[in-house]
């Protein structure tokens, strides 16, 4: 979506196309290279079923920005031989406050369209209910959030190929257990 936001690519019916490859930010470097390689507009679907394949690298380039920004922290640990990192949220009122612009968004309505498509990540990325955990106001915010994604047709392309991804990997880990029932 930051790409689309910075004009590096544009959605033409359902498919991503590239504009340009002007940025600093290393993992929309690494993004705009894949499209890049493509002759021809490639459907969003698509691009997030082959993402899928780079969720490390995409991952640690998200979490490397919060580091970069102060928002989180990663804590190694460690089980016997086994290490890993763990994030942490350095500042807990961001996140508080977060919560307070969203419920204020869906129910005020917004104008802004960088806010209406991350508006529309909510219910595909299953955040609804981590933000709204009361059931009156989830279903509320729910019909607030339908209206707003008729009135801005970028914002139902972004829960489409949110949908799409997730089908990709319901299954994925469809045909892995049917694999490993078969063994």
């Known amino acids: 979506m930051e790409l689309f936001l910075n004009k590096n690519i544009r959605f033409e019916q359902k498919k991503v196309v590239f504009l340009n490859d002007r940025t600093s930010d290393p993992l929309h470097r690494f993004l705009l290279e ?89 219910k595909p990325a299953g955040l609804l209910k981590r933000i709204f955990p009361e059931k009156e106001k989830r279903t509320r915010a729910t019909e607030k959030l339908k209206q707003m994604m008729i009135e801005n047709q970028v914002s139902v392309a972004v829960s489409e190929a949110i949908a799409a991804a997730q089908a990709v990997a319901a299954s994925v880990a469809i045909t892995a257990a049917a694999a490993g029932a078969h063994r």
Request: hydrophobic share 40%; proline share 2%; net charge positive.
């Open 34 to 122: 894949k499209i890049k390689q493509k002759s021809e507009p490639v459907k969003i679907s698509t691009w997030i079923g082959k993402l899928n394949f780079s969720q490390k690298q995409i991952r640690k380039g998200v979490q490397q920005g919060l580091v970069d920004r102060r928002i989180i922290i990663m804590e190694p640990h460690q089980f016997l031989f086994f290490r890993w990192s763990k994030s942490r949220i350095l500042n807990k009122q961001v996140v508080y406050n977060l919560i307070s612009d969203i419920e204020n968004q869906v129910f005020k309505g917004t104008e802004n369209d960088e806010d209406i498509m991350l508006l529309s990540m909510l």
